[in-house]
């Protein structure tokens, strides 16, 4: 299985991106998505998280700024993020534990995107 992240690039303070995060494979059920950040000289930071049935957390500094999705029918995690600062430039990676058709069972593995860059600069 694979996670595809997509949707980065440079904005200006107040200003919003969307990002989006793709599965692909042989899958069966997608359970817990989440999304990190990681800034430069920063430990990573995970910012939110949508259970299989939509129950959603955020970490303090994004609460009322950015939201949390997923399409199930789509294999697909997204995180809208409104009104920018530049301290939410990081790199943004997706992760999720994926349960999938492996040759004769099911497997659940924890699985990570490559990551997508957001500036937030003027």
């Known amino acids: 299985v694979q996670l595809q992240a997509s949707g980065g690039g440079l904005v200006q303070p107040g200003g919003s991106l969307r990002l989006a995060c793709a599965a692909s494979g042989r899958i069966f059920a997608i359970n817990v998505m989440k999304w990190y950040r990681q800034a430069p000289g920063k430990q990573r930071e995970l910012v939110a998280t949508?259970?299989?049935?939509?129950?959603?957390a955020y970490a303090d500094s994004v609460k009322g700024r950015f939201t949390i999705s997923r399409d199930n029918a789509k294999s697909t995690v997204y995180l809208q993020m409104y009104s920018l600062k530049p301290e939410d430039t990081a790199v943004y990676s997706c992760?999720?534990?994926?349960?999938?058709?492996?040759?004769?069972?099911?497997?659940?593995?924890?699985?990570w995107g490559q990551g997508t860059l957001v500036t937030v600069s003027s």
């Open positions: 992760n999720a534990a994926i349960t999938y058709y492996a040759i004769s069972s099911l497997q659940t593995e924890d699985s």
């Open positions: 949508i259970s299989s049935r939509g129950s959603t």
